[in-house]
């Protein structure tokens, strides 16, 4: 399997951004009553977990495109894994990459709107809140989806096999 690589990376990513949306440790504070932490969907206060009040117009984008970046990158990894299924490999390796590197720039948006929407965080001391592992996950996983996509590309420009050359396939037809 030429993409294995791809595979590898896709999957990777896709765990680790399914991981960093679902979760609610984007942002975190210490403070005497306990931790606070923040996630795209709640916080939560020494325990106790809640909805947002209704989100600024930010945190509602970068829920959006962290969802489509893991619907996109669902689909890029189902591609993939279709490349070495029946003829027309280098046009599904090509679709995958792109779906994939898709998948990583929608996430690097959400994450870069969830950065500039922290600027806005509550409290006094805005020094005092610190990204936590979640978005850090985030950003891996978008680094990840990123290499997936250049990945079946590579694999895409090198495959050697005629079925798979867009000329190969021209030339059977006629």
């Known amino acids: 399997m030429p993409a294995a690589g791809g595979l590898l990376c896709g999957a990777s990513g896709l765990a680790l951004l399914v991981a960093a949306t679902t979760t609610h440790f984007w942002v975190q504070r210490r403070a005497p009553g306990g931790t606070?932490?923040?996630g795209l969907w709640h916080g939560c206060l020494g325990g106790q977990c809640h909805p947002?009040?209704?989100p600024p117009a930010l945190l509602e984008?970068?829920?959006v495109l962290m969802l489509l970046s893991v619907v996109a990158a669902a689909a890029g990894l189902a591609l993939g894994l279709a490349v070495g299924a029946g003829g027309g490999?280098?046009?599904?390796?090509?679709?995958?990459?792109?779906?994939?590197?898709l998948a990583a720039l929608l996430?690097?948006?959400?994450l870069g709107l969830c950065s500039g929407e922290a600027l806005a965080l509550p409290g006094s001391l805005r020094s005092s809140w610190s990204f936590s592992w979640s978005f850090i996950?985030?950003?891996l996983g978008a680094a990840l989806l990123?290499?997936?996509?250049?990945?079946h590309l590579c694999a895409a420009s090198?495959?050697?096999?005629?079925?798979?050359?867009?000329?190969?396939?021209?030339?059977r037809g006629s």
Do not use: I
């Open 107 to 110: 996430a690097l948006l959400g």
């Open 146 to 151: 990123g290499s997936a996509g250049l990945f």
């Open 61 to 63: 984008a970068a829920r």
């Open 36 to 38: 606070t932490s923040l």
């Open 52 to 54: 947002h009040p209704p």
């Open 137 to 139: 996950l985030g950003w």
């Open 89 to 101: 490999r280098r046009a599904r390796a090509r679709v995958a990459g792109a779906t994939l590197l």
């Open 158 to 171: 090198k495959d050697p096999s005629p079925e798979s050359s867009e000329v190969g396939g021209v030339l």
